[in-house]
């Protein structure tokens, strides 16, 4: 018997599978497959009951990083899997209850269901002495136990912790509206005749901006730094196809941009048009927001933007030019810490504060452990998943080989300073991949 948050646990053995696939969304699932074609035995652990990860909880009605508003920002026929295409009849965008269907679809033709083991939450995740792992998890009825696997492959995501200012604008603790994470938001009906400032120009930003603006009786939103807004099309091809086409991808990074921008400008004009600041920084040097309706919104006097917030005074909320405006809300829409909790603290995140992960799959210190799904993409992000995958299923059916420690503690150290130079120093950078480079690297075209 052993100890873990919350009770005890029993060690098991017996039957193990020798991979734990940690999650049963997109990631979790291309693991699954790529495994089960390798003929691999595996188990994959999910804390929800079916499979679909974040697209699964707008339907639910659950918390998480979803929203009943919630459309792919990525053509379906790059977002699918490869040999499991979207249906004809889906949308070019489909929505969040089109993809959690089409994801429970594939996991059935592919015969992944009977593998994983729904309402099972992973409570840790630990070495042990002979290179194995413990993975202790407590299923829906309570029941915890701790099995021993060769290999540990997490698939679960990492946007689970909300990310609040800090320190809170002066006065926040003043405010006599609600205030909320865009976490905790799940449609805008809910907001109906309320005013409501929304902060932040990621993508959860403007389509909850953009959503209350139906609902609400005044939408503002409040962006305190300019970043590069994309139309889902432009002449009238899927943005993320051109990124993966190789007439864009043979450009220099250079001309790529050179490209990209002057679209845009014909596409939706400056940033500045619309009231909202210009980017400091040159596209492809930070995460871009993909939407088309933000831009009419704001045209069309639904949404009103403002910059930073500086202060609060009871239902009034300042902004940093000098303006105000009356708020019964506030939905912070800021992002997320990245968050493990169930594996050792030193991990995915080395002592630079960012991923250290070898080709953004393999901790080069932790001998079995495999991240898959930890990365941004320029452009969908699926083909990027299903190589890493496959380059995994590879690794542990010994087709292939790591190189040695300090080889691969080179690649991360060579590959942060690449990408410290085009994006900067901060975590999400370290994640950053451009899809047809990287998936070519681990060999799958």
Same mark, same amino acid.
């Given at each position: 018997?052993?100890?873990?948050?919350?009770?005890?646990? %029993? !060690?098991?053995? +017996?039957? /193990?599978?020798? #991979?734990?696939?940690? $999650? &049963?969304?997109?990631?979790? @699932?291309?693991?699954?497959?790529?495994?089960?074609?390798?003929?691999?035995?595996?188990?994959?652990?999910?804390?929800?009951?079916?499979?679909?990860?974040?697209?699964?909880?707008?339907?639910?009605?659950?918390?998480?990083?979803?929203?009943?508003?919630?459309?792919?920002?990525?053509?379906?026929?790059?977002?699918?899997?490869?040999?499991?295409?979207?249906?004809?009849?889906?949308?070019?965008?489909?929505?969040?209850?089109?993809?959690?269907?089409?994801?429970?679809?594939?996991?059935?033709?592919?015969?992944?269901?009977?593998?994983?083991?729904?309402?099972?939450?992973?409570?840790?995740?630990?070495?042990?002495?002979?290179?194995?792992?413990?993975?202790?998890?407590?299923?829906?009825?309570?029941? %915890? !136990?701790?099995? +021993?696997? /060769?290999?540990? #492959?997490?698939?679960? $995501? &990492?946007?689970?912790?909300? @990310?609040?200012?800090?320190?809170?604008?002066?006065?926040?603790?003043?405010?006599?509206?609600?205030?909320?994470?865009?976490?905790?938001?799940?449609?805008?009906?809910?907001?109906?005749?309320?005013?409501?400032?929304?902060?932040?120009?990621?993508?959860?930003?403007?389509?909850?901006?953009?959503?209350?603006?139906?609902?609400?009786?005044?939408?503002?939103?409040?962006?305190?730094?300019?970043?590069?807004?994309?139309?889902?099309?432009?002449?009238?091809?899927?943005?993320?196809?051109?990124?993966?086409?190789?007439?864009?991808?043979?450009?220099?990074?250079?001309?790529?941009?050179?490209?990209?921008?002057?679209?845009?400008?014909?596409?939706?004009?400056?940033?500045?048009?619309?009231?909202?600041?210009?980017?400091?920084?040159?596209?492809?040097?930070?995460?871009?927001?993909?939407?088309?309706?933000?831009?009419?919104?704001?045209?069309?006097?639904?949404?009103?933007?403002?910059?930073?917030?500086?202060?609060?005074?009871?239902?009034?909320?300042?902004?940093?030019?000098?303006?105000?405006?009356?708020?019964?809300?506030?939905?912070?829409?800021?992002?997320?810490?990245?968050?493990?909790?169930?594996?050792?603290?030193?991990?995915?995140?080395?002592?630079?504060?960012?991923?250290?992960?070898?080709?953004?799959?393999?901790?080069?210190?932790?001998?079995?452990?495999?991240?898959?799904?930890?990365?941004?993409?320029?452009?969908?992000?699926?083909?990027?998943?299903?190589?890493?995958?496959?380059?995994?299923?590879?690794?542990?059916?010994?087709?292939?080989?790591?190189?040695?420690?300090?080889?691969?503690?080179?690649?991360?150290?060579?590959?942060?300073?690449?990408?410290?130079?085009?994006?900067?120093?901060?975590?999400?950078?370290?994640?950053?991949?451009?899809?047809?480079?990287?998936?070519?690297?681990?060999?799958?075209?």
């Amino acid at each position: 018997m052993g100890n873990f948050p919350g009770g005890s646990y %029993a !060690v098991d053995v +017996r039957g /193990a599978a020798p #991979v734990c696939v940690i $999650g &049963a969304g997109l990631s979790g @699932l291309a693991v699954a497959h790529a495994l089960a074609v390798k003929g691999i035995d595996f188990v994959c652990l999910e804390k929800a009951p079916e499979v679909g990860g974040i697209w699964r909880k707008p339907q639910a009605g659950e918390r998480g990083p979803g929203y009943r508003s919630l459309h792919l920002n990525t053509a379906k026929q790059l977002t699918g899997f490869a040999a499991f295409p979207m249906p004809e009849s889906y949308p070019a965008y489909p929505r969040h209850d089109e993809m959690a269907a089409y994801l429970r679809a594939f996991a059935e033709w592919a015969g992944l269901s009977p593998r994983i083991e729904f309402g099972t939450e992973v409570l840790s995740v630990r070495p042990d002495f002979d290179g194995s792992w413990l993975v202790a998890s407590r299923d829906a009825h309570g029941a %915890a !136990v701790t099995r +021993r696997f /060769a290999r540990v #492959v997490v698939a679960s $995501g &990492a946007n689970a912790e909300p @990310l609040l200012p800090d320190p809170a604008p002066a006065g926040a603790e003043s405010f006599t509206g609600r205030m909320l994470h865009a976490v905790d938001y799940l449609e805008g009906s809910g907001f109906r005749g309320q005013r409501v400032v929304v902060v932040g120009l990621g993508a959860s930003a403007v389509d909850i901006a953009t959503d209350l603006s139906r609902h609400a009786a005044r939408t503002v939103l409040s962006v305190r730094r300019g970043l590069h807004v994309v139309p889902k099309q432009l002449y009238g091809i899927s943005c993320d196809v051109i990124a993966e086409s190789p007439w864009f991808t043979g450009m220099t990074l250079a001309e790529r941009r050179e490209y990209i921008e002057q679209a845009l400008l014909v596409a939706r004009g400056r940033l500045s048009d619309y009231g909202l600041p210009e980017p400091d920084h040159p596209i492809f040097s930070s995460a871009v927001t993909v939407s088309d309706e933000i831009f009419s919104r704001i045209r069309h006097g639904a949404v009103t933007p403002r910059p930073g917030i500086d202060s609060f005074a009871g239902n009034l909320v300042r902004f940093t030019d000098g303006s105000a405006e009356e708020a019964d809300a506030v939905v912070w829409c800021t992002g997320y810490r990245m968050s493990y909790p169930y594996l050792p603290a030193d991990c995915p995140v080395g002592p630079s504060g960012r991923v250290e992960l070898y080709r953004r799959v393999v901790a080069p210190d932790r001998p079995g452990l495999y991240f898959v799904g930890l990365i941004r993409p320029v452009g969908a992000i699926t083909r990027a998943l299903e190589a890493q995958a496959q380059w995994v299923a590879r690794l542990i059916g010994g087709e292939e080989a790591l190189p040695a420690g300090d080889v691969m503690r080179k690649e991360v150290d060579d590959y942060l300073s690449g990408v410290a130079a085009r994006y900067g120093q901060g975590l999400g950078a370290s994640i950053q991949i451009d899809v047809v480079p990287y998936v070519r690297e681990l060999g799958t075209v």
